[in-house]
Protein backbone atom coordinates (compact mmCIF):
# COMPACT_ATOMS: atom_id res chain seq x y z
CA UNK A 1 0.00 0.00 0.00
CA UNK A 2 1.55 3.52 -0.78
CA UNK A 3 0.23 6.78 0.34
CA UNK A 4 -2.28 8.45 -2.14
CA UNK A 5 -0.77 10.93 -4.30
CA UNK A 6 -3.08 14.39 -4.81
CA UNK A 7 -4.11 15.52 -8.33
CA UNK A 8 -3.54 19.05 -8.93
CA UNK A 9 -7.36 18.99 -9.58
CA UNK A 10 -8.40 17.53 -6.01
CA UNK A 11 -6.01 20.48 -4.49
CA UNK A 12 -7.79 23.12 -6.57
CA UNK A 13 -4.15 24.02 -8.32
CA UNK A 14 -4.47 24.75 -12.09
CA UNK A 15 -1.75 23.26 -14.07
CA UNK A 16 -0.73 25.94 -16.54
CA UNK A 17 -0.76 23.41 -19.86
CA UNK A 18 2.48 25.49 -21.73
CA UNK A 19 4.87 26.38 -18.68
CA UNK A 20 3.56 23.59 -16.15
CA UNK A 21 3.35 26.16 -12.82
CA UNK A 22 1.05 25.22 -11.18
CA UNK A 23 -1.61 28.34 -9.63
CA UNK A 24 -5.11 28.80 -7.83
CA UNK A 25 -6.95 30.90 -10.28
CA UNK A 26 -9.26 33.89 -8.88
CA UNK A 27 -12.85 33.18 -8.30
CA UNK A 28 -13.79 34.43 -11.65
CA UNK A 29 -12.67 31.67 -13.83
CA UNK A 30 -11.16 33.28 -16.88
CA UNK A 31 -7.78 33.76 -14.76
CA UNK A 32 -3.95 33.42 -16.78
CA UNK A 33 -1.19 32.09 -16.14
CA UNK A 34 0.82 34.49 -13.65
CA UNK A 35 3.92 33.40 -15.50
CA UNK A 36 3.66 32.74 -18.99
CA UNK A 37 0.33 34.40 -19.71
CA UNK A 38 -1.65 31.24 -21.47
CA UNK A 39 -5.39 31.45 -20.27
CA UNK A 40 -6.10 28.53 -17.62
CA UNK A 41 -8.13 25.50 -17.49
CA UNK A 42 -8.45 22.95 -15.24
CA UNK A 43 -8.41 20.52 -18.51
CA UNK A 44 -8.11 21.35 -22.31
CA UNK A 45 -11.11 23.15 -23.41
CA UNK A 46 -13.60 20.72 -25.16
CA UNK A 47 -10.76 18.04 -25.86
CA UNK A 48 -12.71 15.55 -27.16
CA UNK A 49 -15.11 16.96 -28.70
CA UNK A 50 -11.84 18.75 -30.61
CA UNK A 51 -9.88 15.99 -31.12
CA UNK A 52 -12.94 13.74 -32.57
CA UNK A 53 -13.82 16.31 -35.01
CA UNK A 54 -9.89 16.70 -36.36
CA UNK A 55 -10.32 12.28 -36.32
CA UNK A 56 -13.27 12.54 -38.18
CA UNK A 57 -11.81 15.23 -40.91
CA UNK A 58 -8.30 13.02 -41.12
CA UNK A 59 -10.28 10.10 -41.83
CA UNK A 60 -12.49 11.53 -44.56
CA UNK A 61 -9.21 12.64 -45.73
CA UNK A 62 -7.24 9.47 -45.66
CA UNK A 63 -9.28 7.74 -48.29
CA UNK A 64 -8.23 10.32 -51.28
CA UNK A 65 -4.83 10.97 -49.94
CA UNK A 66 -4.51 7.05 -50.62
CA UNK A 67 -6.27 6.21 -53.76
CA UNK A 68 -5.65 9.84 -56.03
CA UNK A 69 -2.18 10.00 -57.25
CA UNK A 70 0.61 11.75 -54.92
CA UNK A 71 2.66 12.30 -58.67
CA UNK A 72 2.02 12.21 -62.05
CA UNK A 73 5.07 10.74 -64.00
CA UNK A 74 4.93 12.08 -67.75
CA UNK A 75 7.39 10.70 -69.98
CA UNK A 76 7.38 10.08 -73.79
CA UNK A 77 6.07 6.83 -73.41
CA UNK A 78 3.14 8.15 -71.28
CA UNK A 79 1.73 9.27 -68.15
CA UNK A 80 1.74 7.37 -65.05
CA UNK A 81 -0.18 7.87 -61.23
CA UNK A 82 1.48 7.32 -58.38
CA UNK A 83 -0.04 6.63 -55.22
CA UNK A 84 1.72 5.78 -51.98
CA UNK A 85 1.06 1.77 -52.06
CA UNK A 86 2.89 1.88 -55.81
CA UNK A 87 5.51 3.51 -54.64
CA UNK A 88 6.42 1.12 -51.74
CA UNK A 89 5.68 -1.44 -54.43
CA UNK A 90 8.66 0.30 -56.77
CA UNK A 91 11.13 0.18 -53.95
CA UNK A 92 10.67 -3.22 -53.21
CA UNK A 93 10.98 -4.50 -56.75
CA UNK A 94 14.07 -2.34 -56.83
CA UNK A 95 15.13 -4.08 -54.06
CA UNK A 96 15.89 -1.71 -51.42
CA UNK A 97 13.65 -3.38 -48.73
CA UNK A 98 14.64 -1.47 -45.72
CA UNK A 99 13.47 1.99 -47.97
CA UNK A 100 10.23 0.19 -48.80
CA UNK A 101 9.85 -1.08 -45.00
CA UNK A 102 10.70 2.47 -43.44
CA UNK A 103 8.28 4.24 -46.39
CA UNK A 104 5.28 1.56 -46.05
CA UNK A 105 5.79 2.09 -41.87
CA UNK A 106 5.92 5.55 -42.26
CA UNK A 107 3.54 6.39 -44.63
CA UNK A 108 0.69 3.84 -44.82
CA UNK A 109 0.67 2.06 -41.39
CA UNK A 110 1.70 4.75 -38.69
CA UNK A 111 -0.76 7.12 -40.07
CA UNK A 112 -3.81 4.48 -39.98
CA UNK A 113 -2.84 3.40 -36.53
CA UNK A 114 -2.29 6.88 -35.50
CA UNK A 115 -6.07 7.42 -36.82
CA UNK A 116 -6.88 4.19 -34.73
CA UNK A 117 -5.14 5.11 -31.84
CA UNK A 118 -6.13 8.08 -31.20
CA UNK A 119 -10.03 7.30 -31.95
CA UNK A 120 -9.41 4.23 -28.96
CA UNK A 121 -7.93 7.39 -26.74
CA UNK A 122 -11.13 9.72 -27.20
CA UNK A 123 -14.06 6.92 -26.85
CA UNK A 124 -12.31 5.39 -23.67
CA UNK A 125 -12.42 8.86 -22.29
CA UNK A 126 -15.60 9.69 -23.19
CA UNK A 127 -16.68 6.84 -21.78
CA UNK A 128 -14.75 7.57 -18.94
CA UNK A 129 -13.31 4.22 -18.91
CA UNK A 130 -10.91 3.18 -16.16
CA UNK A 131 -9.33 0.79 -18.19
CA UNK A 132 -5.64 0.05 -18.72
CA UNK A 133 -4.54 3.53 -18.14
CA UNK A 134 -1.07 2.56 -18.64
CA UNK A 135 -1.18 1.39 -21.69
CA UNK A 136 -3.27 4.24 -23.05
CA UNK A 137 -1.04 6.79 -21.49
CA UNK A 138 2.00 4.91 -23.67
CA UNK A 139 -0.02 4.95 -26.81
CA UNK A 140 -0.90 8.28 -26.63
CA UNK A 141 2.80 9.66 -25.66
CA UNK A 142 4.09 7.11 -29.06
CA UNK A 143 1.63 8.86 -31.05
CA UNK A 144 2.65 12.16 -30.22
CA UNK A 145 6.15 11.01 -30.90
CA UNK A 146 5.53 9.82 -34.53
CA UNK A 147 2.97 11.95 -35.69
CA UNK A 148 4.63 14.46 -37.78
CA UNK A 149 7.42 11.68 -39.51
CA UNK A 150 4.36 10.81 -41.42
CA UNK A 151 5.38 14.16 -43.68
CA UNK A 152 8.06 12.57 -45.25
CA UNK A 153 6.01 11.60 -48.40
CA UNK A 154 5.32 15.31 -48.89
CA UNK A 155 8.75 16.16 -48.94
CA UNK A 156 9.57 13.53 -51.08
CA UNK A 157 6.88 14.33 -53.61
CA UNK A 158 8.37 18.19 -53.12
CA UNK A 159 12.10 16.98 -53.65
CA UNK A 160 11.24 14.71 -56.91
CA UNK A 161 9.10 17.54 -58.53
CA UNK A 162 11.84 20.26 -57.83
CA UNK A 163 14.35 17.75 -59.92
CA UNK A 164 12.54 15.86 -62.38
CA UNK A 165 11.66 18.32 -65.39
CA UNK A 166 13.46 17.19 -68.07
CA UNK A 167 11.02 17.64 -71.09
CA UNK A 168 9.93 15.92 -73.13
CA UNK A 169 11.54 13.05 -71.38
CA UNK A 170 10.30 12.90 -67.80
CA UNK A 171 8.53 15.22 -65.78
CA UNK A 172 7.10 14.71 -62.62
CA UNK A 173 4.25 16.72 -61.04
CA UNK A 174 2.51 16.91 -57.61
CA UNK A 175 -1.02 15.12 -57.79
CA UNK A 176 -3.97 16.07 -55.45
CA UNK A 177 -3.69 13.52 -53.36
CA UNK A 178 -0.66 14.95 -52.16
CA UNK A 179 -2.56 17.73 -50.46
CA UNK A 180 -5.00 15.39 -48.86
CA UNK A 181 -1.63 13.06 -47.38
CA UNK A 182 -0.63 16.54 -46.14
CA UNK A 183 -4.46 17.82 -44.55
CA UNK A 184 -4.10 13.93 -42.98
CA UNK A 185 -0.62 14.65 -41.27
CA UNK A 186 -1.40 17.96 -40.20
CA UNK A 187 -5.29 16.94 -38.93
CA UNK A 188 -3.91 13.80 -36.90
CA UNK A 189 -1.26 16.18 -35.12
CA UNK A 190 -3.72 18.98 -34.63
CA UNK A 191 -5.98 15.80 -32.78
CA UNK A 192 -3.62 14.84 -30.91
CA UNK A 193 -2.38 18.35 -29.24
CA UNK A 194 -6.29 18.74 -28.66
CA UNK A 195 -6.61 15.51 -26.78
CA UNK A 196 -5.81 16.21 -22.74
CA UNK A 197 -4.32 13.32 -21.93
CA UNK A 198 -5.41 13.66 -18.11
CA UNK A 199 -8.32 12.69 -19.42
CA UNK A 200 -6.94 9.34 -19.40
CA UNK A 201 -6.12 9.40 -15.91
CA UNK A 202 -9.37 11.15 -14.19
CA UNK A 203 -11.45 8.64 -13.61
CA UNK A 204 -9.26 6.26 -12.56
CA UNK A 205 -8.29 9.08 -9.40
CA UNK A 206 -11.99 9.25 -8.86
CA UNK A 207 -12.74 5.46 -8.75
CA UNK A 208 -9.76 5.70 -6.12
CA UNK A 209 -11.07 8.42 -3.83
CA UNK A 210 -14.57 6.53 -4.12
CA UNK A 211 -13.91 3.33 -3.22
CA UNK A 212 -11.26 4.35 -1.00
CA UNK A 213 -8.41 1.75 -2.29
CA UNK A 214 -5.50 3.07 -4.53
CA UNK A 215 -5.56 1.80 -7.80
CA UNK A 216 -2.53 3.53 -8.91
CA UNK A 217 0.01 0.61 -8.54
CA UNK A 218 3.83 2.03 -7.67
CA UNK A 219 6.62 0.25 -9.71
CA UNK A 220 9.85 0.71 -7.86
CA UNK A 221 12.71 2.21 -10.55
CA UNK B 1 27.56 32.55 -15.66
CA UNK B 2 25.38 29.34 -13.92
CA UNK B 3 23.06 30.99 -11.57
CA UNK B 4 21.18 27.90 -10.34
CA UNK B 5 22.66 25.19 -8.31
CA UNK B 6 19.95 23.04 -7.79
CA UNK B 7 18.17 22.80 -11.54
CA UNK B 8 14.79 23.17 -9.90
CA UNK B 9 13.18 25.32 -8.01
CA UNK B 10 9.43 25.09 -7.79
CA UNK B 11 8.22 23.03 -4.40
CA UNK B 12 5.69 21.25 -5.90
CA UNK B 13 5.26 20.47 -10.02
CA UNK B 14 2.00 18.59 -11.20
CA UNK B 15 2.20 15.60 -13.73
CA UNK B 16 1.28 17.25 -17.49
CA UNK B 17 -0.11 13.33 -18.42
CA UNK B 18 -2.00 12.51 -14.83
CA UNK B 19 -2.38 15.44 -12.99
CA UNK B 20 -0.66 14.23 -9.59
CA UNK B 21 1.38 16.63 -7.28
CA UNK B 22 4.64 15.56 -6.14
CA UNK B 23 7.98 17.41 -5.30
CA UNK B 24 10.28 17.58 -7.78
CA UNK B 25 13.77 16.26 -6.90
CA UNK B 26 17.05 17.62 -8.36
CA UNK B 27 18.60 15.90 -10.93
CA UNK B 28 22.33 15.69 -11.30
CA UNK B 29 23.08 13.73 -14.31
CA UNK B 30 21.64 14.10 -17.90
CA UNK B 31 18.01 12.13 -17.99
CA UNK B 32 14.45 12.02 -17.33
CA UNK B 33 12.23 12.19 -13.45
CA UNK B 34 9.57 10.17 -14.15
CA UNK B 35 5.69 10.94 -12.66
CA UNK B 36 5.08 8.37 -9.81
CA UNK B 37 1.89 7.50 -10.46
CA UNK B 38 2.05 6.87 -14.46
CA UNK B 39 5.34 6.80 -15.48
CA UNK B 40 4.78 9.63 -18.00
CA UNK B 41 7.93 12.01 -18.53
CA UNK B 42 7.79 14.34 -15.60
CA UNK B 43 10.98 16.93 -16.60
CA UNK B 44 14.38 16.64 -18.20
CA UNK B 45 17.52 17.40 -16.79
CA UNK B 46 20.41 18.45 -19.32
CA UNK B 47 23.97 18.60 -18.66
CA UNK B 48 25.78 21.91 -19.54
CA UNK B 49 23.10 24.63 -19.38
CA UNK B 50 23.15 28.05 -21.25
CA UNK B 51 26.97 27.85 -22.59
CA UNK B 52 26.50 24.53 -24.28
CA UNK B 53 22.65 25.17 -25.97
CA UNK B 54 24.13 28.40 -27.34
CA UNK B 55 27.05 26.32 -29.47
CA UNK B 56 24.36 23.91 -30.53
CA UNK B 57 21.94 26.96 -31.70
CA UNK B 58 24.90 28.77 -33.34
CA UNK B 59 25.89 26.12 -35.17
CA UNK B 60 22.93 25.05 -36.31
CA UNK B 61 21.74 28.67 -37.42
CA UNK B 62 25.16 28.46 -39.65
CA UNK B 63 24.72 25.35 -41.28
CA UNK B 64 20.82 26.34 -41.68
CA UNK B 65 22.04 29.37 -43.49
CA UNK B 66 24.16 27.40 -45.63
CA UNK B 67 21.34 24.60 -46.61
CA UNK B 68 18.95 27.46 -47.64
CA UNK B 69 21.38 28.88 -50.23
CA UNK B 70 23.49 25.40 -51.66
CA UNK B 71 21.35 22.82 -54.04
CA UNK B 72 20.40 19.64 -52.00
CA UNK B 73 20.74 16.89 -54.87
CA UNK B 74 22.16 17.20 -58.39
CA UNK B 75 21.28 15.07 -60.98
CA UNK B 76 23.27 14.25 -64.12
CA UNK B 77 21.47 13.05 -67.46
CA UNK B 78 23.59 12.81 -70.28
CA UNK B 79 26.40 15.77 -69.35
CA UNK B 80 23.82 17.91 -67.95
CA UNK B 81 23.28 18.85 -64.83
CA UNK B 82 19.81 19.89 -63.20
CA UNK B 83 20.34 21.02 -59.32
CA UNK B 84 17.56 22.11 -56.88
CA UNK B 85 17.65 23.99 -53.34
CA UNK B 86 15.16 23.78 -50.86
CA UNK B 87 13.76 27.00 -51.94
CA UNK B 88 13.67 25.56 -55.89
CA UNK B 89 11.35 22.83 -54.27
CA UNK B 90 8.88 25.25 -52.70
CA UNK B 91 8.56 27.78 -56.00
CA UNK B 92 8.19 24.62 -58.40
CA UNK B 93 5.51 23.87 -56.44
CA UNK B 94 3.56 26.89 -56.20
CA UNK B 95 3.78 27.34 -60.15
CA UNK B 96 2.46 23.57 -60.41
CA UNK B 97 -0.53 25.27 -58.58
CA UNK B 98 -0.05 23.67 -55.50
CA UNK B 99 -0.11 26.78 -53.16
CA UNK B 100 -0.92 25.17 -50.10
CA UNK B 101 1.67 22.47 -49.90
CA UNK B 102 3.89 24.93 -51.01
CA UNK B 103 2.97 26.73 -47.90
CA UNK B 104 2.93 24.22 -45.87
CA UNK B 105 6.20 22.57 -46.76
CA UNK B 106 8.00 26.51 -46.36
CA UNK B 107 6.47 26.91 -42.93
CA UNK B 108 7.44 23.02 -41.68
CA UNK B 109 11.12 23.24 -43.27
CA UNK B 110 12.10 26.86 -43.60
CA UNK B 111 9.96 29.37 -41.80
CA UNK B 112 9.25 27.62 -38.41
CA UNK B 113 12.89 26.21 -37.93
CA UNK B 114 14.16 29.75 -38.30
CA UNK B 115 11.54 31.16 -35.97
CA UNK B 116 12.64 28.04 -33.64
CA UNK B 117 16.36 28.67 -33.83
CA UNK B 118 16.21 32.42 -33.53
CA UNK B 119 13.92 32.41 -30.43
CA UNK B 120 16.32 30.21 -29.08
CA UNK B 121 19.81 32.11 -29.92
CA UNK B 122 17.81 35.30 -28.48
CA UNK B 123 16.84 34.02 -24.87
CA UNK B 124 20.22 32.06 -25.05
CA UNK B 125 22.21 35.32 -25.78
CA UNK B 126 20.54 37.14 -23.05
CA UNK B 127 20.71 34.19 -20.72
CA UNK B 128 24.67 34.88 -21.16
CA UNK B 129 25.22 38.12 -20.53
CA UNK B 130 23.55 37.81 -17.27
CA UNK B 131 20.00 39.00 -18.26
CA UNK B 132 16.48 37.96 -18.46
CA UNK B 133 15.18 38.78 -22.05
CA UNK B 134 12.64 41.01 -22.82
CA UNK B 135 8.79 39.31 -23.46
CA UNK B 136 10.70 35.85 -22.59
CA UNK B 137 7.77 34.18 -21.45
CA UNK B 138 5.76 35.44 -24.78
CA UNK B 139 9.14 33.19 -26.53
CA UNK B 140 8.54 30.20 -24.47
CA UNK B 141 5.21 30.40 -25.13
CA UNK B 142 6.02 30.77 -28.98
CA UNK B 143 8.56 28.28 -28.91
CA UNK B 144 5.89 25.44 -26.98
CA UNK B 145 3.70 25.96 -30.06
CA UNK B 146 6.30 25.97 -33.17
CA UNK B 147 8.14 23.06 -32.12
CA UNK B 148 6.23 20.19 -33.40
CA UNK B 149 5.59 21.81 -36.46
CA UNK B 150 9.30 22.21 -37.53
CA UNK B 151 10.44 19.47 -39.24
CA UNK B 152 14.14 19.55 -40.29
CA UNK B 153 14.88 16.20 -38.93
CA UNK B 154 11.93 14.50 -41.43
CA UNK B 155 13.14 16.46 -44.67
CA UNK B 156 16.42 15.35 -44.22
CA UNK B 157 14.96 11.22 -43.88
CA UNK B 158 12.65 12.26 -46.82
CA UNK B 159 15.88 13.61 -48.81
CA UNK B 160 17.48 10.31 -48.68
CA UNK B 161 14.52 8.71 -49.62
CA UNK B 162 14.28 10.89 -52.59
CA UNK B 163 17.72 9.49 -53.47
CA UNK B 164 17.33 6.45 -53.87
CA UNK B 165 14.23 7.10 -55.78
CA UNK B 166 16.04 9.16 -58.24
CA UNK B 167 19.18 6.84 -58.48
CA UNK B 168 17.63 4.50 -61.75
CA UNK B 169 16.92 7.56 -63.17
CA UNK B 170 20.32 9.61 -63.22
CA UNK B 171 23.58 9.78 -61.65
CA UNK B 172 22.57 11.53 -58.33
CA UNK B 173 25.09 14.07 -56.64
CA UNK B 174 24.46 14.36 -53.00
CA UNK B 175 24.55 18.59 -52.65
CA UNK B 176 26.03 20.91 -49.75
CA UNK B 177 22.62 21.57 -48.48
CA UNK B 178 21.97 17.67 -47.98
CA UNK B 179 25.18 17.79 -45.33
CA UNK B 180 24.23 21.02 -44.20
CA UNK B 181 20.85 19.52 -43.10
CA UNK B 182 21.97 16.57 -41.41
CA UNK B 183 24.40 18.35 -39.45
CA UNK B 184 21.48 21.28 -38.77
CA UNK B 185 19.21 18.04 -37.67
CA UNK B 186 21.48 17.13 -35.19
CA UNK B 187 22.93 20.12 -33.89
CA UNK B 188 18.68 21.61 -33.13
CA UNK B 189 18.46 18.25 -31.82
CA UNK B 190 21.15 18.55 -29.54
CA UNK B 191 19.91 22.27 -28.55
CA UNK B 192 16.68 21.79 -28.34
CA UNK B 193 17.71 19.14 -25.55
CA UNK B 194 20.25 21.51 -23.59
CA UNK B 195 17.59 24.25 -24.01
CA UNK B 196 15.97 22.55 -21.41
CA UNK B 197 12.08 24.50 -21.16
CA UNK B 198 10.87 23.38 -18.19
CA UNK B 199 14.12 24.89 -16.56
CA UNK B 200 14.11 27.72 -18.47
CA UNK B 201 10.42 29.03 -17.17
CA UNK B 202 12.15 29.15 -13.65
CA UNK B 203 14.12 32.31 -15.17
CA UNK B 204 10.58 34.20 -15.33
CA UNK B 205 9.61 35.20 -12.49
CA UNK B 206 5.48 35.24 -11.75
CA UNK B 207 3.84 38.52 -12.05
Same mark, same amino acid.
Given at each position: ??P?IPTA??L?L?S????G?L?????????????????????????????????????????????????????????????????? #????????? #?????????????????????????????? *?????????????????????????????????????????????????????????????????? #???? *?????????? *?????????????? | ?????ANFLSPIVAC????LVQHPIPL?????ALCRG??? =?LY??????????????????????????? =?????????????????????????????????????????? =????? +????????????????????????????????????????? +????? +??????????????????????????????????R????? +?? =??
Open positions: MTAKAGYCHTCLSRPSRRGDSHCARCGTPLHLRKPHSLARAMAFLVAAYILYVPANVLPLMETGSLFGAQENTIVSGV #AYLWTSGAW #ALAAIVFIASVLVPLLKLFALTVLVVTAWR *RSTWRPYQRAKVYRMVELVGRWSMLDIYVVAVLVALVQLRPLATITAGPGAIAFGAVVVLSMLSAR #AFDP *RLIWDPVHEA *RSLDGSPSIRHHNP | MQKKANECDHDEGWCEG =PYHARGGVDRAFAFALGAMVLFLVANVY =PIIELEIQGNRISSSLYGAIEQLWHQHMKILAALIAATTIVL =PTVEL +VIMLSILLALRRGATPVGMSLLLRFLHEVRPWSMTDVFVLA +VLVSL +VKLAHIAHVVIGIALWSFGGMMVLLIAAANTFNLELWEH +VN =PE
